[in-house]
């Protein structure tokens, strides 16, 4: 059965610090890979994808992931953080199930940005 | 403009009742999902439905129910038999395996 870690809860950066969210997953073939990011009391935002092809995915916001088979990681970063990036950030693994993707999320990170 | 609309924002109803919370896309796709979201455990699968008249349990089906008569609805009923129904929950739909989400309903149960 596929699975998605997410090891950090908490993480708490400084505005225009870089950023790293962390992602480990689980699965028996190549996965499909998701980041997204959800504001409080809303739904979730995608925020970039990986599928196959260059392991390095930019993405929305100026996030960029990087897919490491041997780490079986995905960890989402940004080079500088602003304070609108404040929000809980998921990262999901997919399992193509023909006509849809079923996919199996971590247990989110929350970031803070302090000014 | 497109997009995934699920209704009421928040709901609250009576312990022993059942209650149904909506979903309705105009994008056009085929599957369509519900989760379930409570504080520090993500989003975990309800239910998702490839196509309509077609649905399959996911992994936390007990005490839910879901139709797909239409293809741009997916209600989701959340029946007495749940045990701990108060949470947020989110629907989704997706062609190419992109999922779009809507904005969720939040449901307390008391």
């Known amino acids: 059965a596929q699975s998605v870690t997410q090891p950090d809860i908490h993480i708490t950066v400084s505005e225009g610090a870089s950023l790293e969210l962390r992602c480990n997953y689980s699965?028996?073939?190549?996965?499909?890979l998701f980041w997204y990011v959800q504001s409080p009391g809303q739904g979730l935002q995608l925020l970039l994808k990986?599928?196959?092809?260059?392991?390095l995915v930019q993405g929305i916001k100026g996030f960029e992931a990087e897919f490491k088979r041997s780490q079986s990681s995905f960890n989402l970063r940004k080079p500088s953080v602003h304070w609108s990036d404040a929000a809980e950030y998921f990262c999901?693994?997919?399992?193509?199930?023909?006509?849809?993707?079923?996919?199996?999320f971590g247990t989110g990170t929350q970031l803070k940005v302090e000014l | 403009d497109g997009g995934i609309t699920q209704s009421p924002k928040y709901l609250f109803r009576k312990e022993g009742q059942n209650v149904t919370l909506s979903c309705e896309q105009n994008?056009?796709?085929?599957?369509m999902y519900w989760y379930r979201q409570d504080p520090g455990q993500g989003l975990r699968l309800i239910y998702y439905s490839q196509i309509v008249n077609d649905f399959q349990k996911g992994d936390i089906a007990e005490g839910y129910s879901v139709s797909r008569e239409k293809k741009e609805s997916f209600p989701l009923t959340v029946t007495s038999a749940q045990k701990n129904p108060t949470a947020f929950y989110l629907c989704?739909?997706?062609?190419?395996?992109?999922?779009?989400f809507g904005p969720g309903t939040r449901l307390t149960v008391t």
């Open positions: 699965y028996g073939a190549t996965p499909y």
């Open positions: 989704a739909s997706s062609i190419d395996d992109e999922q779009y």
């Open positions: 994008l056009n796709h085929d599957a």
């Open positions: 999901a693994v997919g399992a193509v199930t023909g006509g849809g993707n079923k996919l199996t």
């Open positions: 990986y599928f196959s092809g260059d392991t």
